[in-house]
């Protein structure tokens, strides 16, 4: 099924993709984070400015995100060497009065904060600003061991909430509107799936009805995190434990291989749909 | 697991085992290069090496040494490197005892006598915050240019050695007789003037991942050797630590993959030094 | 003075040198020689613990033979805050079931970084699965507690429970083990990095922006 990655993420490359909330990444601190293949070190300094970089020191390749942030500067836990939010090295503590090289720089890449997420783009990002929705508060980032592309799915087809056991839907229509969002309908789940990775929740099911936004962002092949979130005020605990209870039961086997007579439909639905373009223009 | 290749790497002489942790009548097996070996320890106490697979290979030769088994795949062209202090009294030799590092072996020599993470890496002890600045050393090539060594390296340690009472400058010479073996020479804290001995015999098993079989001639009659031991099983932990997670696991030759600073003298000149050897297990010679 | 049987690289050791520097409790380290001598295994040292391991505590008249027992007995005779073994009953449900989880399914981290350090060598497909496993359930709960506003594993404040945990969870790498795929947890153990007195161990890696 996904591939390299996943297909969808490599027609994409250029997309942003949500890897943290932002209350999840304090002043001072930093965090590792895997988007694309690739090991990232995403960081906010004392003042707030937030940075993802390759996850690699460009003098001996430690990862960064075994450093410490001190101010509005990274420290590298090998030797000591400090980098400015721009990336440079600033500083190398085995020569205190040399002047760092100006090669000596880590990897940035783009970064947005947008609606209570940070969002990385891997390459040159095709949109300005990630497509975020205010109306929605992060509530997890639950990592999955499944492509992307199957995880789509499976938020897709599979109502996620609180006291539910996941039955597979005897019906799924599947359908494309106007906007180029793929949709589906079930007894208990209407799901709208845009790209990057967007897929819009209302489910209806014997405990009541609920929303919520799954983002999935791709992290390395057979893997991906799901950034959850809802609507304010509605019960995150409840829905954080139906999450976990939904990662257990995507991976039975049953599960499974409906899901992947499901994944089969979703393929007919998105033949090639690329991010950052017009509905109809060639990518 | 695929025997390497790579001649130049299987024209050496690796330190496998240490000969006191195989009994008599006993076996151990291990793998070197790529090679699954059994080392046998007959009943007489003499050792003997046998390819696990691979008949048609060259013969491997056994020696030992240091208290050490040393094999060969291949055909050296030199003995195993000389180290005149064993043969002095007055120094104590510490087992070290053997570390896995899932890195190549040339990440580990490197990191073995490089200075300027001592204050990062092993605050307190070989190094600290206040005083990371790393003077100025010079790098030499012995032997026919077949050892590299730098010498003249000093820092300011705040605990160089178990037997250490309070901070001192200590000046160290590193020898590097071969890519996979290093040596330090350090100043002596209980016999000033003399030095003490530390080294690193590595055994590769495949390109990212060795076994590192260590030894301490040191002039220190006082401490125990759990003492001892635990002052240098810190510091290779904590090496270790930053090793297993480097990127690329295999060493990078090309002068630009890696940006080295003036203190990395020693590095660039290993890392010319392996390049020129015409060496490819454990390196990543790509550009970019 | 409080003697310990210690070894540097024992994570168990580890969790009771913290809790003594974070108590503020001294005590006299006795050495052992565990690799390569191996010297827990010996007679001599059968003799003091039978069941062959550190750490082991000796407190006046006492000899204290297991980790958790050694950590309830710190926090009981030197806590004066009485925050480190909460006396609730819920928090102390809760205090226990983590020593618990420590002790037996954290156990296979502590194996597998050993056995990585002194033999080489990685974990089966089947020992990395359960080590995840093991790491999700702890993501799991610390997720759930940032949005209830309980930031560590038995209540409001740290207590033994953290310590117990610490050390095989932050030291996971060094057996082979990647926490990339758990950020509550990545802030969790930036949290304990954070309390005041906190020491490390070769493999945690200090808060530098503190002592730089």
């Not at chain 1, 997890?140 to 592309?149: C, I, K, P, V, Y």
């Not at chain 2, 590769?204 to 030894?215: A, G, I, L, Y």
Request: aromatic share 10%; hydrophobic share 40%; with cysteine.
């Amino acid at each position: 099924m996904a591939s390299d990655v996943s297909n969808l993420q490599l027609r994409n490359p250029w997309s942003w993709y949500p890897v943290v909330a932002s209350a999840d990444l304090n002043p001072g601190t930093l965090l590792p984070v895997v988007l694309n293949g690739e090991k990232l070190a995403v960081w906010r300094s004392s003042k707030g400015k937030v940075n993802a970089w390759h996850d690699r020191c460009p003098h001996r390749g430690m990862r960064l995100s075994f450093g410490a942030v001190n101010g509005e500067t990274l420290i590298c836990p090998y030797h000591g060497w400090t980098f400015g939010d721009d990336a440079r090295c600033v500083r190398i503590p085995a020569h205190p009065n040399v002047i760092p090289s100006r090669a000596a720089r880590a990897r940035l890449l783009p970064v947005a904060e947008v609606d209570g997420h940070i969002w990385i783009c891997s390459g040159e990002p095709a949109r300005s600003e990630p497509d975020a929705d205010s109306t929605y508060t992060p509530v997890r980032t639950l990592h999955l061991q499944l492509g992307m592309e199957d995880a789509i799915v499976a938020f897709l087809t599979l109502p996620c909430a609180a006291g539910v056991k996941i039955q597979p839907p005897e019906d799924v229509d599947w359908s494309t509107s106007n906007t180029g969002a793929v949709v589906t309908r079930s007894e208990t789940l209407t799901a709208s799936f845009t790209l990057p990775s967007s897929i819009f929740c209302e489910t209806t099911t014997e405990t009541g009805k609920g929303k919520y936004l799954i983002r999935i962002q791709p992290t390395e092949p057979g893997g991906c995190a799901v950034q959850a979130s809802m609507t304010a005020g509605s019960d995150y605990v409840a829905f954080n434990r139906a999450l976990v209870a939904f990662r257990a039961e995507i991976a039975q086997d049953k599960i499974k291989s409906w899901l992947r007579s499901a994944f089969s439909k979703f393929e007919a639905a998105v033949p090639v749909l690329v991010d950052g373009l017009t509905q109809g223009e060639a990518p | 697991m695929t025997r390497t290749n790579d001649q130049v790497a299987l024209d050496e002489w690796y330190a496998v085992a240490f000969t006191a942790e195989i009994p008599k009548g006993s076996s151990e097996t291990t793998t070197l290069l790529g090679q699954n070996l059994t080392i046998h320890r007959g009943w007489d106490g003499a050792f003997q090496c046998a390819l696990s697979d691979g008949a048609s290979e060259t013969p491997p030769l056994l020696k030992e040494r240091y208290g050490f088994v040393w094999v060969s795949l291949g055909r050296p062209s030199h003995d195993i490197v000389a180290i005149a202090e064993f043969e002095q009294s007055g120094r104590r030799f510490i087992h070290r005892g053997r570390i896995g590092v899932p890195s190549s072996g040339q990440r580990v020599i490197e990191n073995f006598f490089d200075l300027s993470h001592f204050s990062f890496v092993h605050t307190g002890t070989l190094g600290g915050y206040d005083s990371a600045e790393v003077p100025k050393y010079s790098v030499e090539y012995r032997e026919n240019d077949r050892e590299l060594w730098a010498v003249g390296c000093s820092f300011v340690q705040p605990k160089a050695s178990a037997a250490a009472g309070g901070a001192s400058t200590i000046y160290y010479d590193y020898r590097i007789p071969s890519p996979f073996i290093s040596i330090i020479y350090k100043d002596s804290l209980v016999k000033v003037g003399k030095k003490d001995l530390i080294g690193l015999f590595v055994q590769p098993h495949d390109e990212e991942s060795c076994t590192v079989h260590s030894f301490a001639l040191v002039h220190d009659e006082q401490n125990s050797p759990a003492h001892i031991l635990h002052f240098y099983h810190e510091i290779f932990a904590q090496d270790r630590s930053i090793l297993l997670h480097q990127r690329p696991k295999r060493l990078p030759v090309h002068p630009r993959r890696e940006i080295p600073t003036i203190s990395d003298a020693s590095s660039i000149a290993y890392r010319r030094w392996l390049d020129r050897s015409g060496l490819q297990f454990g390196l990543d010679r790509t550009s970019n | 003075m409080i003697r310990l049987y210690d070894y540097i690289l024992s994570a168990d050791c580890y969790k009771v040198r913290l809790l003594c520097a974070l108590l503020g409790v001294n005590y006299a380290p006795v050495k052992v020689n565990v690799h390569p001598g191996r010297e827990h295994l010996s007679p001599d040292f059968v003799r003091i613990n039978p069941r062959q391991s550190i750490p082991v505590l000796e407190d006046g008249e006492r000899r204290i033979c297991d980790t958790n027992a050694i950590l309830i007995h710190l926090a009981r005779r030197y806590d004066q805050s009485g925050r480190w073994l909460p006396k609730d009953d819920t928090s102390l449900d809760h205090v226990m079931e983590w020593l618990g989880f420590a002790a037996k399914e954290l156990d296979l981290l502590q194996t597998l970084r050993m056995r990585s350090i002194t033999a080489g060598g990685e974990p089966s497909p089947q020992e990395l699965e359960t080590a995840h496993a093991y790491l999700t359930i702890i993501e799991d709960y610390l997720a759930e507690g940032e949005l209830t506003a309980r930031p560590w594993l038995a209540g409001q404040t740290p207590t033994i429970a953290d310590i117990a945990v610490f050390p095989p969870a932050a030291l996971a790498a060094d057996g082979g083990v990647a926490l990339d795929r758990y950020p509550a947890l990545w802030r969790w153990l930036d949290r304990v990095k954070r309390l005041d007195g906190f020491i490390v161990m070769p493999g945690v890696f200090p808060n530098l922006a503190a002592v730089v």
